[in-house]
């Protein structure tokens, strides 16, 4: 996708999007330039909010103004290294995403700034309480698609229907090597699936591989404005190495806990052998509140 499709792709669903939901934010400016993380140049953001409150007791739309970013030359780095990279999907989960920012700010709620929503979203997971599905996301990043809360680390896998309906194993990288799991079953597999990974040292907790489904443009328009719900499944796995990743995070990066503690005890669910659903939560940058 060139600059100027891009440009114009991304003000058209901005367009799309009803008016209540865009008060105190003056529009989408696109950046052709590139904006990769101080630490990990090999990771890209995709987009920013940038809010500047004004002098007042109250806190709304009059007195709060934002704009939101958009960094062409991010969405083409990823893209080039990702054949299956959706410029149109990844570009209006950006738009809502950091509208949800805006959203957020306008409710005096900064949860989403980081570690501390991470740990407490961790936390209401644990406590079997709502949860934002995608609070991993706002943990510290090792890797593209890597992150760590504290002591534990979420290593995330998209996939598109279809996409892994014959594989049986699922490979993922950490702490120097390759590794393998046994896939669920595909009608198993639910839009989110936290896999917790048994005999691996995250540094402290837990690694989990969370495998999320990808969805078209079109289910994400009707998500959003119905605000629907993800199935969200957990299982277990027992990894075995099947190759060298030098390159691979490890236990060491970004250690500073683990609020989640890990899978069930049998007695309040075994999740080794089949999945268990978690019903019920709303979907991070597909739901405005």
Do not use: N
């Not at 630490?39 to 007791?57: I, K, N, R, V």
């Not at 709304?60 to 991010?74: D, Q, V």
């Not at 510290?140 to 809360?149: I, S």
């Amino acid at each position: 996708m060139t600059f100027e499709e891009f440009e114009a792709t991304a003000h058209r669903m901005w367009d799309e999007i009803p008016d209540v939901y865009k008060e105190g934010i003056d529009g989408v400016v696109v950046d052709p330039e590139a904006e990769s993380h101080p630490d990990h140049e090999d990771y890209y953001t995709l987009g920013m909010c940038y809010t500047e409150p004004y002098p007042s007791s109250y806190m709304g739309p009059e007195t709060t103004r934002s704009f939101l970013a958009l960094y062409y030359g991010s969405f083409k780095a990823v893209a080039e290294r990702s054949p299956s990279f959706s410029w149109e999907e990844e570009l209006w989960e950006t738009i809502t995403h950091e509208l949800r920012h805006h959203l957020e700010f306008l409710a005096e709620d900064d949860a989403l700034e980081g570690l501390d929503y991470a740990l407490e979203q961790t936390y209401h997971r644990g406590q079997g309480e709502e949860f934002d599905p995608w609070y991993y996301q706002s943990g510290l990043p090792l890797a593209p698609g890597v992150f760590r809360v504290e002591y534990d680390v979420y290593i995330e896998r998209r996939w598109r229907p279809g996409e892994l309906a014959d594989a049986e194993t699922l490979e993922f990288e950490w702490d120097g090597r390759r590794w393998a799991i046994a896939l669920p079953p595909h009608e198993d597999l639910g839009d989110l699936h936290y896999i917790w990974i048994h005999g691996l040292d995250a540094g402290g907790g837990w690694v989990q591989v969370v495998l999320a489904r990808e969805v078209s443009l079109l289910e994400r328009l009707k998500r959003f404005f119905r605000k629907e719900s993800l199935d969200l499944v957990e299982s277990e796995a027992e990894p075995v190495p099947v190759g060298e990743a030098p390159d691979a995070p490890g236990p060491e990066d970004g250690r500073p806990g683990r609020a989640a503690g890990g899978p069930p005890p049998p007695d309040e669910g075994d999740l080794s052998d089949e999945a268990s659903d978690v019903d019920g939560q709303p979907e991070r940058g597909d739901t405005a509140k």
